[in-house]
């Protein structure tokens, strides 16, 4: 019995190993050749749906004291708006010299990542509102509201204006921050805080005044 359970234990370990080598060899190390071998097209600065393979390398990235961290400030988690309000988005954020945007339509992923004299990453951040449903996780295509926070921030806070409102519902909001040129921003080490934040937020209906 022993015997069995050893040689169990040893086939085991071999089948590992082999599937372990089997997924290695399916990444293709060799950066410099990958859009020459893919299948996808060449990316040209259009916002491609049917994906593409981009040979804009990496950039500059910051150092570990001037790593993007955001908070956002208004809706807090939790936080209970009326339905069709307006309301304003506001987000804190540290180490983003903001108002650095390219056109989406023409440069999308097309410059590297740049810093600025004092060493922070150039760029600029979005908000992104999905409504929730349940436990289900949200689809990235489907969105209650997206706005660029393209301009500069006024005293560390980005805004972005929800004229209309939503409409009554439980929703995530979170910050998408970016480099110039849209892509995510690179930062110097794995272990850190997000560069981003999120908040789950509801939306009620309104109470419907009583006739005398």
Not at 80 to 95: M, Q
Request: charged fraction near 25%.
């Amino acid at each position: 019995m022993a015997l069995l359970n050893k040689s169990f234990i040893i086939i085991t370990i071999l089948v590992a190993c082999m599937l372990a080598d089997v997924f290695a060899v399916k990444v293709d190390t060799n950066n410099k050749d990958v859009c020459k071998k893919s299948d996808l097209d060449i990316a040209k600065g259009d916002q491609n749906k049917d994906g593409s393979c981009s040979q804009t390398f990496m950039g500059e990235i910051p150092d570990i004291d001037t790593m993007i961290s955001t908070l956002i400030r208004f809706p807090e988690n939790n936080e209970v708006i009326r339905e069709n309000e307006p309301f304003t988005i506001k987000a804190a954020i540290i180490n983003l010299d903001t108002g650095f945007f390219s056109d989406p339509a023409t440069t999308y992923y097309k410059f590297p990542q740049t810093l600025d004299n004092s060493g922070r990453v150039q760029g600029h951040s979005h908000v992104t509102v999905q409504k929730l449903n349940g436990r289900g996780v949200p689809d990235p295509k489907v969105f209650a509201f997206f706005k660029g926070l393209n301009e500069k921030a006024k005293n560390g806070i980005l805004s972005a204006d929800v004229e209309k409102g939503l409409p009554a519902g439980d929703y995530r909001l979170c910050t998408i921050t970016s480099a110039f040129s849209h892509q995510p921003v690179l930062m110097p080490v794995a272990q850190r805080g997000a560069q981003d934040d999120c908040v789950r937020f509801k939306v009620i209906k309104k109470k419907k005044n009583r006739k005398m």
